[in-house]
Nanobody
Protein backbone atom coordinates (compact mmCIF):
# COMPACT_ATOMS: atom_id res chain seq x y z
CA UNK A 1 0.00 0.00 0.00
CA UNK A 2 1.35 3.42 -0.95
CA UNK A 3 2.35 5.65 1.93
CA UNK A 4 4.00 9.06 2.19
CA UNK A 5 5.17 10.22 5.60
CA UNK A 6 6.42 13.75 6.23
CA UNK A 7 8.73 14.81 9.04
CA UNK A 8 10.82 17.79 10.06
CA UNK A 9 8.21 20.45 10.70
CA UNK A 10 8.02 22.56 13.83
CA UNK A 11 8.34 26.09 15.16
CA UNK A 12 11.08 28.38 13.91
CA UNK A 13 11.83 32.08 14.07
CA UNK A 14 11.74 34.27 11.01
CA UNK A 15 15.00 34.03 9.11
CA UNK A 16 15.61 30.51 10.29
CA UNK A 17 15.73 27.21 8.44
CA UNK A 18 13.95 23.88 8.47
CA UNK A 19 14.39 20.74 6.44
CA UNK A 20 11.32 18.67 5.65
CA UNK A 21 11.57 15.08 4.58
CA UNK A 22 9.05 12.74 3.00
CA UNK A 23 9.56 8.98 3.08
CA UNK A 24 7.76 7.01 0.40
CA UNK A 25 6.86 3.34 0.61
CA UNK A 26 4.67 1.00 -1.40
CA UNK A 27 5.40 2.75 -4.70
CA UNK A 28 8.06 2.51 -7.39
CA UNK A 29 9.59 5.79 -6.31
CA UNK A 30 11.64 6.33 -9.49
CA UNK A 31 8.45 6.47 -11.57
CA UNK A 32 6.90 9.30 -9.56
CA UNK A 33 7.06 13.05 -9.74
CA UNK A 34 7.21 14.34 -6.19
CA UNK A 35 5.88 17.64 -4.94
CA UNK A 36 5.50 19.73 -1.82
CA UNK A 37 2.31 21.67 -1.25
CA UNK A 38 1.24 23.79 1.69
CA UNK A 39 -1.99 25.00 3.19
CA UNK A 40 -2.26 27.96 5.54
CA UNK A 41 -5.31 28.46 7.76
CA UNK A 42 -8.26 29.73 5.75
CA UNK A 43 -6.43 29.37 2.45
CA UNK A 44 -6.39 26.87 -0.38
CA UNK A 45 -3.64 24.32 -0.69
CA UNK A 46 -0.89 25.68 -2.94
CA UNK A 47 2.04 24.26 -4.85
CA UNK A 48 5.46 24.91 -3.33
CA UNK A 49 8.00 22.84 -5.25
CA UNK A 50 8.22 19.80 -7.49
CA UNK A 51 10.84 17.40 -8.82
CA UNK A 52 10.01 14.87 -11.50
CA UNK A 53 11.52 11.47 -12.14
CA UNK A 54 14.35 12.96 -14.23
CA UNK A 55 14.90 15.66 -11.59
CA UNK A 56 13.44 18.59 -13.44
CA UNK A 57 12.58 21.08 -10.72
CA UNK A 58 9.98 23.81 -10.40
CA UNK A 59 9.24 26.26 -7.59
CA UNK A 60 6.47 28.62 -6.69
CA UNK A 61 7.59 32.20 -7.15
CA UNK A 62 7.08 32.85 -3.45
CA UNK A 63 9.82 30.39 -2.45
CA UNK A 64 12.34 30.70 -5.29
CA UNK A 65 15.83 31.34 -3.97
CA UNK A 66 14.87 30.27 -0.45
CA UNK A 67 13.65 26.67 -0.77
CA UNK A 68 15.41 23.71 -2.37
CA UNK A 69 13.78 20.41 -3.28
CA UNK A 70 15.75 17.21 -3.75
CA UNK A 71 15.13 13.50 -4.00
CA UNK A 72 17.09 10.42 -3.03
CA UNK A 73 16.24 7.35 -5.06
CA UNK A 74 18.24 5.04 -2.83
CA UNK A 75 16.29 6.09 0.26
CA UNK A 76 12.95 6.79 -1.48
CA UNK A 77 12.79 10.22 0.07
CA UNK A 78 12.15 13.75 -1.06
CA UNK A 79 13.37 16.70 0.96
CA UNK A 80 12.54 20.38 1.12
CA UNK A 81 15.27 22.61 2.53
CA UNK A 82 13.67 25.87 3.63
CA UNK A 83 15.89 28.86 4.37
CA UNK A 84 15.15 32.49 5.21
CA UNK A 85 11.74 31.50 6.48
CA UNK A 86 9.04 34.14 6.78
CA UNK A 87 5.87 34.22 8.87
CA UNK A 88 3.88 33.84 5.65
CA UNK A 89 5.50 30.42 5.17
CA UNK A 90 3.47 29.18 8.14
CA UNK A 91 1.32 26.29 6.93
CA UNK A 92 0.83 22.57 6.95
CA UNK A 93 3.22 21.14 4.36
CA UNK A 94 2.16 18.10 2.38
CA UNK A 95 4.16 15.65 0.33
CA UNK A 96 2.55 14.52 -2.93
CA UNK A 97 3.52 11.76 -5.33
CA UNK A 98 2.11 11.50 -8.82
CA UNK A 99 2.41 9.40 -11.92
CA UNK A 100 -0.10 8.76 -14.68
CA UNK A 101 -3.25 7.42 -13.05
CA UNK A 102 -1.85 7.48 -9.50
CA UNK A 103 -1.90 10.25 -6.94
CA UNK A 104 -0.86 10.05 -3.26
CA UNK A 105 -0.68 12.50 -0.35
CA UNK A 106 1.01 12.45 3.01
CA UNK A 107 -0.68 13.48 6.23
CA UNK A 108 1.16 16.81 6.46
CA UNK A 109 3.62 18.42 8.85
CA UNK A 110 3.10 21.78 10.52
CA UNK A 111 5.58 24.60 10.00
CA UNK A 112 5.13 27.68 12.18
CA UNK A 113 7.32 30.73 11.59
CA UNK A 114 7.23 33.41 14.27
CA UNK A 115 8.27 37.01 13.73
Amino acid sequence: QARLVESGGGPVQAGGSLRLSCAASGITFSFYAMHWYRQAPGKQREFVAGIDNVERITYADSVKGRFTISRDGAENTVALQMNSLKPEDTAVYYCHGQRFGFDYWGQGTQVTVSS
